[in-house]
Structures are given as C-alpha cells and as structure tokens.
C-alpha cells in the first residue's frame, strides 16, 4: 500500500503579495522509486526568496511553478528505500524535491550528507545554495580589497550574512543593513560586521553614509527599492554591484511613480565607472569545491556564524515564505517536515 | 609685440541645451612660452559630447570649466616657437589646449603628429580620443566573440563608427543606429555595418527586432534615452554594456516623468545576467600602444574608414557643439580653425 503524500501545491498565481489561497495543501500517494531512484522522506524544505518568482507566469531565468504543480525547492531528505546501489535507507541526501513530504529521484541527481561534518540543515544554508551565493558573487563580481568596504542588505539572512562575514575574513569593512534592532544587534554582535543599520530608521540615509566613511566599494544587492536608492549615492568611483536578488521588487504589481530614475542610474554608472553584473549561482558552479573547502574551513575555525529559523510542518510553509517576502525570518528559513 | 589670439570662454553655465550666449569670443595677447614650452598655433579643434559635461557646475569625472575660463578641447596644432629641444617650429603636434588660437604648453605634454603616416586631423577622430574609447570600451568591456550581435548607436559618428568597424573585424554581427536616412545608408554602405535603423523611424523598435534576429550580445551605450529602453528587451542572456557616454541626457535638466524604470532595469540585470560598466578612455591608458598598432593597421589595410564634419573658423564652434549635442554633425566634427 502506498504511503500517503502531503504536499503543497500552487493553486493559483499571486497578484502581488502572495496570500494564503494560491497555495493548496494536497493528499497523495507517494511514488514508487524506479530503478535507478531512491524514495525520499523530506526532513528539512528550504524557503527562499527566488520561489517567489517561480509562481510567476512571466520568464525568469527557470520556467515557471505551473499551477498545480508541486511548489519547488530545496529539500534534505531521508532515503526510505533505494533502488541505486550508492544509496540505502537511512542516508541523508540534498535534494530538489520540493514542498512534500515524500518524493523518488534519480540517485545521480542527489548529494549524499555526512551529518558528522556539518549539521545536515547547513547543506540548505551555510553550505548550500545561499552560502555559494554569497561566496561566488562576493569573490567573482564584487572583488573585495582589503580596506574596501563591502555592504549588503538582508545581513542577517541567508546570503547577506555569509557576504558580509567573507568580507571580513578579506579585510573589509563589513556594513550590514537589516530590518530591526533586534537584527541589527545579531549581525553586529553574533556575525561581527563593523555596522549594521536599520532600514527603517528615519535617519537611515544619514547614518549608512557616517557607517561608510570611506564610501561603499561593494554593494552587494539582494534588495533593491529604496534601499539601493539610498546605496547609490555613496558608491566609491570603480564600485562593484553583484546583482544578486531584489526581494523588495519580487511582490510588485507596477513600476513605482516617477520621476524615471533610470538616467539618474547610468549617469552614475558612467561617471563614477561603476559595474553592475547579475548573476545566480549556477553561473559559477564550477566553484563548488572551491566554496564547500573555503566555507567549511572557516565554519570549523568559528569564523563563519549562522543562524538558522526554523519552521514547524509543511502546512505552514505558505505563512513562512509570505513572511519571508515581508523581511519577518531571522535567518535561514527552514520548514521542519518530519 | 605679443600675437592677438582670439579665444572663446565660458560666458554662463547653460540650463538644458546651451544657447550662443553661453560663450563669448574675447580676444587677448597670445602668451610667451616659458622653458620647456612651446608656442601652438591651432590648427584643428575637436568638438566632442563630453564638453557640455564640462559645462556644468557639478562634480562629474574632470572638474567643470569655470566660468571665464577657455572651453576645453584637444586640438592639432602647429609648433610657432619652440623653448623645448625636442619641438621645432613648423611642427605638428596633439595638444590639449581648447577653444584657442594660440596656447603655451609643456613639451612634455605634447605628441608629435607624422602628416605622413595618417592625416593629422585622425588624431582627434579615429586615431585619437574616440578610436581610443571605440577599441577599449569595446575589447575590454564588450568583450565581443565572433558570430555575436554588437549595436552601437551614433553609429556614424566619432566613436560609434569605430565600434561597428571593430565588431566586423572581430566577426560580429554590426547593427548600427543612427538619425535619418543619409547617415544610416552611409554607415552600412561606406562603413560595411550589416544593418543600420534611424532612431527617428516610426517603427524603430520593430526595425532593430528585426535587424537583431539573434538579440543583441554587446551594446555600446553612447546616447541612452529612448534607444536605450529600445534595446533593452533584445539584450541576450549574458549580454555585455559598456557604458560610455549618455548624449541623449546632456542638455536635461530634470529627470524624464514616471514611471520609475530603475526596477526593470535591475531586474534584466538579475534576470539575464547582464553586465553594466562605465568607462572612460583614460581607464585603458596603459593600451595606447595597442590600440595606435591595430587602428593603423586597420586604417591602412582599408578595414577602417572615417568621416570627418569640418566647420570652418573658430567663432562658429559654439554653434557646433550645439548642433552635436542635437545630432546635426555627419561624421568626426572638427573646427578648422587656422
């Protein structure tokens, strides 16, 4: 008898903020694994910021979540029975199999985790996705010099932390914007950035220029929205701007009001030789040794922190990924599924 | 008894497009060159975009021309009388000593023209600043591989021209833009570009669609505005922009009206992985030699052609630069001035 299979489903696409009701929690049987496939039991779904674009219609840079499809993601998952020769029950893999809690994937596809290394959820985090995003952007696009000074928003995130912390480790001042002093009090305290400062401050334009004293020679975006307008200025001639995510654009209906600052924008470009590159981490994922030795190294040597936020059962992975898009995680956002 | 020299300053600074007034012809005593110097007389002055930058008040990458001050501008001039070993009367030289008869300068400074290996005017065009901005911004920047797509728009002009020649050169495809149909019969038949589309065509955009049936892998940003929104949707995956000059927001004097594009902008950045970066010649110094081997060559070999828009006499320079600013010159625009 099959096992029964809950998963989450898109059942319809968002207009704006997504809600509630363009999700859809499902009962089905789970699959049986063929040959070649193992038949997972998902333990920990990831929640991150990009999902948000898969349950649009438009292109992106992957084909959309169809509607009722299963919601995509990340997953470390439990092998229940195997069909592949390097894989028996009990093995804890990285997986792609989405929101549910039972699914078969081809063995190849799956990365085997030795929890005796890392904590297996760090594979969904430090050591995963987020963590080579950060690792591959900082270091390709925004080519950090000792002294410089590296910014990045979301730094108490999954990204944002691990962006900030490498750039200390390369002698940067690290400056980190975040929602909240509670946040703030984190990446400054636990993280060891140089400064963080609040988003929604009054005074935020005033106190991010007295935090950058020498200007900003990074920015690493992961925002957007006013945030970046409020960076923009402060760039340094020959700054460098991994484009890396624009979470505070991901919920939006239509352009802002004007006026149309794109002149604005490639004024300073131009005057100030700025560069802007974007990027997703499979560009770069012939880096991935390099990221697993370099992040792993520095996790054992305490150099590296990260805070994880952990979510309990798949019913509640829709309120979390909104919460998400509303900056209301503090740090890695993880749904428990078994 | 010391030489009249007839000069124009900056008489005011100009708010949107400058008008005549905004300059004033004076005339003074021509100075005495100190040791080291020698005298100049001008021969041909170079008016390009960059000036009405100079224009301006505000801080951008070269300190304005203050006012009452000589207009700035590279010039070909003749050695009158020389306090330097080095420089004899009689001959030629690359100076940068503005909208003037005469000047002092520091031998030092100066680059000795051979009227027999190139026309000295090209010194100023297309063995000059704009060749130079052409071949940097393109190699370094647009880094273009054969069988890519490169649109330059300005495309008969100064640098635009060089761009599109560069681009055949390196096996591209060449898709010019330009203002009316003359110059874009000249750049495909004279110059050799695949396709050339007049910006003032009311099909513009389905012209350059079309022109661009495999997108568009390198654009050479020199006028922004409307071309720019134009040929944003056909960038390619991992296309290239090199910054270089924004003509088509010179004389503004406030931003366009809503709405806010910024976010579009950065989310084709994201989305398709594109690269934006400013320059300015000077960034490539260290490659004049390089480019002054492969231009020559090219110029010799009849790979690369050019034109020059020579208006006669230095009192009608004002209204030169103003009719650049409007897209009025057809080719390299020169004041013949001596």
């Known amino acids: 008898m099959p096992l029964p299979n809950r998963r989450i489903v898109l059942a319809s696409r968002p207009a704006g903020e997504p809600r509630p009701e363009n999700f859809r ?7 049986r694994p063929a040959e070649g496939q193992a038949l997972l039991r998902t333990r920990y779904l990831s929640l ?4 948000r674009g898969r349950m649009n219609a438009g292109p ?50 799956l990365r085997k985790l030795d929890p005796g290394l890392a904590p297996v959820t760090t594979a969904l985090g430090v ?79 005033a106190e991010l220029k007295a935090a950058c004293p020498r200007g900003i020679d990074v ?19 020959f700054a460098r701007v991994p484009v890396c995510g624009l979470i ?24 100030k030789r700025l560069t802007f590159r974007g990027f997703i981490v499979t560009d770069f994922a012939a880096q991935q040794p390099d990221f697993l030795r370099d992040v792993s190294t520095w996790l054992r040597e305490g150099r590296i922190k990260y805070r994880e936020d952990i979510v309990e059962g798949l019913e509640n992975a829709p309120e979390a990924l909104i919460g998400l898009l509303r900056g209301r995680n503090f740090g890695k956002l993880l749904v428990k599924v078994s």
């Not at 169809?66 to 093995?91: F, K, N």
């Open 25 to 31: 929690l499902e009962e089905a049987a789970a699959p």
């Open 48 to 51: 991150d910021p990009y999902m």
């Open 60 to 109: 992106s840079y992957a084909p959309p979540v169809e509607v009722g499809q299963v919601m995509e993601g990340g997953a470390v998952s439990e092998v229940v029975e195997s069909r592949a020769p390097e894989l028996h029950p009990g093995d804890l893999v990285l997986a792609y199999t989405g929101w549910q809690e039972y699914a078969a994937a081809d063995a190849a596809g």
């Open 127 to 205: 050591l995963g996705m987020p963590g080579m995003t950060a690792y591959t952007g900082l270091l390709n696009i925004g080519q950090p010099k000792p002294g410089e000074t590296v910014v990045v928003a979301a730094a108490s995130g999954a990204v944002g932390s691990v962006v900030g912390q490498i750039a200390r480790i390369r002698d940067c001042r690290a400056v980190g914007i975040a929602g909240g002093p509670e946040k703030c009090r984190f990446v400054r305290g636990e993280l060891g950035f140089d400064a963080c400062l609040d988003h929604r401050s009054p005074d935020f334009a």
């Open 219 to 237: 920015y690493f975006e992961n925002v957007g929205g006013s945030v970046f307008q409020t960076v923009l200025p402060l760039l340094n001639f």
């Open 248 to 271: 505070a654009h991901y919920n939006a209906t239509r352009l802002p009001e004007g006026p149309d600052r794109v002149p604005s924008l490639m004024s300073a470009i131009l005057i």
